[in-house]
């Protein structure tokens, strides 16, 4: 596609329950983020694909956190139990990979708001 | 831990005036700082990158400075208009590392 795409772009549910949310990268982008933003925060880092694994996942706050990406193309974020505080919008970006490079741009996509009630 | 601080307090100017936005970094310097733009309900855009040997990078009316002595960029819009009106986001990257530090932005509101 043009873009990075998520789906979907909002999404309520209640505390406790289980919750997928879909990040679609630039065609060919190697690389694959995701990032959570709360009100008048920047962007938080969570976890970092390179390909099929997850290259550096040090930001996931606890265990009802997990990501997939199994084909090296489209991700899946998890949360499990979920809390009032999940509550926030999720960020998906994308990046080529270079080489040794570590200046990659990152192109995000609209992100999904997810609140927990 | 490494940390990007920005201002917080929105930032008011005249249309056609320059904007001037400050990220302050701590500890060690960065390999480099990104510069993004995001709007209200949309993901951030890319607009400058510069690496910690430069010292400015230019892009048409942008304009950004990296000053390792004083920790801090400057990220410059000449002649603003009403459209440059959005938060702006600084990110550091350390080198071998590809997830970005964001600072939490500055919201810049150009005036007609």
């Known amino acids: 596609g043009a873009g990075v795409s998520q789906t979907p772009s909002n999404k309520v549910t209640e505390k406790g329950k289980y919750v997928e949310l879909r990040c679609d990268p630039i065609?060919?982008?190697?690389?694959l983020y995701w990032y959570r933003q709360s009100l008048g925060q920047g962007p938080e880092f969570l976890i970092y694909f390179q390909g099929t694994g997850a290259a550096d996942d040090s930001g996931l706050p606890n265990d009802r956190f997990f990501a997939v990406r199994p084909e090296g193309s489209v991700s899946t974020l998890k949360i499990q139990r979920t809390e009032r505080g999940d509550s926030a919008v999720y960020l998906c970006?994308?990046?080529?990979?270079?080489?040794?490079?570590?200046?990659?741009?990152?192109?995000f996509g609209p992100g999904t708001r997810l609140t927990v009630l | 831990s490494q940390k990007i601080e920005q201002n917080s307090e929105a930032l008011n100017i005249q249309e056609g005036k320059t904007a001037t936005l400050t990220c302050n970094y701590t500890n060690y310097s960065p390999a480099y700082l990104q510069w993004y733009r995001q709007d209200p309900g949309r993901g951030p855009v890319f607009l400058l990158l510069?690496?910690?040997?430069?010292k400015e990078k230019r892009k048409e009316r942008l304009k950004v400075t990296f000053d390792t002595t004083l920790k801090q960029s400057l990220f410059h819009i000449t002649a603003s208009q009403p459209a440059d009106s959005a938060t702006y986001l600084c990110?550091?990257?350390?080198?071998?590392?590809?997830?970005?530090?964001f600072g939490s932005g500055t919201r810049l509101q150009v005036q007609p």
């Open positions: 065609s060919g982008h190697t690389a």
């Open positions: 510069i690496r910690e040997n430069e």
């Open positions: 970006a994308s990046s080529s990979s270079v080489a040794g490079g570590t200046y990659n741009e990152q192109f």
């Open positions: 990110a550091r990257g350390p080198t071998g590392r590809r997830a970005l530090t």
